[in-house]
């Protein structure tokens, strides 16, 4: 058990660890027209981060009633898992060198997902990450998925967190309003779908990429001269560089 008050570092996987979602869309748009469908763009964007359940729905409601997206999801996931036990999932840049300065730094890493925790398991193991990791909360542990808070109160739960303390890194619109919404500071690095204008503000911070921030949190430390960095620094960082973003848009 992780001991209480300890800062944690949550870390959604599809869209911030692994570049998984642009295979799967890939595989499901054409699974999806030689049954004779179209799913357009949109239903990716809105079923990003969301539960089985959620994405059921969802691409239902964007290609009508009667897509058969039980038998493509299956034929998908069979395929993924597959590339995922070959090691053939690629990471997204900078989250191995993140993951290892975490390491470096102590700071617990704990895995957040709306996937199954056999399907996260096979993608961790697969990719060789899995020893970053104190341990995972899925899907499958909560009734409601995100947008809903209850995956990360869960997590918080399991390992003793202090959401004040602690940080969540994101990729969707859906990942970020749950982790805002059990209060933890989080970091959004958009994947599929750009932020909403709602999960914008103090408590979070819209970066590009992992690699600037990995990079920003070394260059802190040798300032600093220091061999740890808590996570409120890590945070303020990732507030810089948002700053610094839109200061550079808004001089085009």
């Not at 944690?8 to 979602?21: A, H, K, P, R, S």
């Not at 859906?174 to 709602?198: H, N």
């Not at 300032?223 to 960095?229: D, N, P, S, Y």
């Amino acid at each position: 058990m992780i001991p209480i008050k300890q800062q944690i570092v949550f870390f959604d996987m599809d869209g911030l660890l692994f570049d998984t979602e642009r295979t799967a869309i890939q595989m499901i748009a054409r699974k999806s027209f030689e049954r004779g469908w179209h799913l357009p763009f949109r239903a990716f964007q809105r079923a990003s981060g969301r539960n089985y359940e959620d994405c059921l729905r969802i691409t239902r409601e964007e290609a009508g009633e009667g897509y058969p997206y039980p038998e493509i999801w299956a034929e998908t996931s069979a395929t993924m898992r597959e590339l995922s036990n070959a090691g053939k999932i690629p990471l997204k840049s900078g989250a191995l060198g993140l993951l290892n300065l975490l390491k470096e730094l102590n700071h617990p890493c704990w895995l957040v997902t709306s996937s199954s925790q056999k399907r996260a398991e096979n993608l961790l193991q697969g990719a060789q990450i899995d020893s970053y990791f104190k341990g995972m909360t899925t899907g499958e542990a909560v009734e409601k998925g995100k947008p809903a808070p209850d995956i990360y109160l869960k997590a918080l739960s399991e390992t003793e967190g202090d959401p004040s303390l602690s940080i969540a890194f994101e990729d969707s619109n859906s990942g970020g309003k749950a982790a805002l919404g059990a209060q933890l500071k989080t970091i959004i690095v958009p994947d599929l779908e750009a932020p909403q204008e709602e999960i914008q503000g103090e408590s979070s911070a819209v970066i590009g990429s992992l690699l600037i921030l990995t990079g920003m949190i070394e260059q802190k430390m040798r300032i600093l001269e220091a061999e740890r960095i808590d996570c409120d620094i890590i945070f303020e960082l990732a507030k810089a560089i948002e700053a610094q973003s839109r200061l550079k848009k808004s001089r085009f």
